[in-house]
Nanobody
C-alpha cells in the first residue's frame, strides 16, 4: 500500500520561507513522477511543482517559478518543496502526489496517490 505523509506546513509572514516534506512508503519515488499541488479555500486543486521519473527533471507552475524548488532524496524516499519569498496568495493546503506509472505532467488525473495535505498560511 502506498502512503504519502506531508509535514512542514505552518504560519509564516510574507517574504518568509518554509520547507515541506513528503515521506513515501510502498513506492520508490525515483521510479515515478512526484508532484506538489495546492488548494486554496473555494478554489480547485492546482499543480505547483513536479519532479519527473525521467532523469529527475523538474517543472513548475508559472506562479511559483523562481521561488519554489522541488527536490528528492532517494535514500530517504522523500521529496521536498522549498518555498521562498512566500506571498499571501500562496496560502493553501499543500498536497504531495505520486504519478501513475510512466506519467510525467501536471494533470491531477495523472496522479494516483495523494497525501493528506499540510496547511501553509502566509500572513501579510
Amino acid at each position: 500500500q502506498v502512503q504519502l505523509v506531508e509535514s512542514g506546513g505552518g504560519l509564516v509572514q510574507a517574504g518568509g520561507s518554509l520547507r515541506l516534506s513528503c515521506a513515501a512508503s510502498g513506492r520508490t519515488i525515483s521510479s515515478y513522477t512526484m508532484g506538489w499541488f495546492r488548494q486554496a479555500p473555494g478554489k480547485e486543486r492546482e499543480f505547483v511543482a513536479g519532479i519527473s521519473w525521467i532523469g529527475g527533471n523538474t517543472y513548475y507552475a508559472d506562479s511559483v517559478k523562481g521561488r519554489f524548488t522541488i527536490s528528492r532524496d532517494n535514500a530517504k524516499n522523500t521529496i521536498y518543496l522549498q518555498m521562498n519569498s512566500l506571498k499571501p496568495e500562496d496560502t493553501a493546503v499543500y498536497y504531495c502526489a505520486s504519478g501513475r506509472q510512466y506519467y510525467s505532467g501536471r494533470q491531477r488525473g495523472g496522479y494516483d496517490y495523494w497525501g493528506q495535505g499540510t496547511q501553509v498560511t502566509v500572513s501579510s
